[in-house]
């Protein structure tokens, strides 16, 4: 049965130790970086944002019992936390997900305050959390977005880079085929094979399920987080224009590496423990 209230990814959480540095680094690549926000759950954050999915980079710097997942992730370094799965209702997405003997937690709600010209405003979030190990490689989470308008302002979804969204996620794990039918079972789908493994459809951006010396051949030059498996390894970025985005990537002090299929790759440690390829 597919999911009904699962309508892709709606953002990856970058989670980082150094969240002014992490910034810097994002901005340095040629995207565009929302001000910071303070979650009412001690967490803060920066977000790239896209048409319809974003980034969020995220530190720990308070702790809250709500946030312990991402404070045992950072102990073992930076890296890609978590994908969070848009819906439009939380709460019947947790009773889909329960009937299908998924272990979906309550919803939790919480906000943070965006700065506008006119004053300051609080985006409103309802979430529902999985178990990690249903989605080897990172935590999944729901994320139902009651004030959609203060997140995806127009002038923070143009980024020099030219990027225009999402296009994968690439999870390395030892048995890809057990790995991906975790995965598939949040979204009710069959995973399909491709070259590096398995695809998981989820709505917009696929989840790769693969071995990593498999991905590493995919990516050869591409350095990849040395996180133990699983583990969320490699995120893949739409652009405009490739030769548009590696010279940008060079004006940022980068050194992309460009792959047999014309796209462009950033080794895990200039991004904040995830591997990037641009395409």
Known sequence: MTTQHISGIDHVVVAVHDLDRARDAWQRMGFTVTPRGFHSLGSQNHCIMFGRDYVELLSLPRAHPAMQYYADFLARGDGLAAVALATDDAHAAQV????????????????????LPGGTSNA????VQLPPEQTPGCRTFLCEHFTRELVWRSEYQRHALGATGLA????????PVTGAAA???VFGVTP???EEGLRVDTGSAPIAVTARWKLGRRLFGVELPLRPRPL?????????DREAAAKRLHQ????????????????????????LVFG
């Open 183 to 185: 995965w598939s079972r």
């Open 168 to 175: 994968a996620v690439a999870v390395v794990v030892d048995d």
């Open 232 to 240: 969320a390894a490699a995120l893949f970025i739409h652009v405009a």
């Open 252 to 275: 940022g002090g980068y050194a992309p590496i460009e792959l047999p299929d014309g796209s462009f790759g950033l080794s895990a440690a200039a991004a904040g423990g995830v591997s």
């Open 192 to 194: 399909q094979t491709i």
């Open 124 to 127: 409103r979030f309802r979430i």
């Open 96 to 115: 889909e997900l329960v009937a299908a003997g998924v272990a979906a937690e309550p919803a939790l709600d919480f906000s943070r305050p965006v700065a």
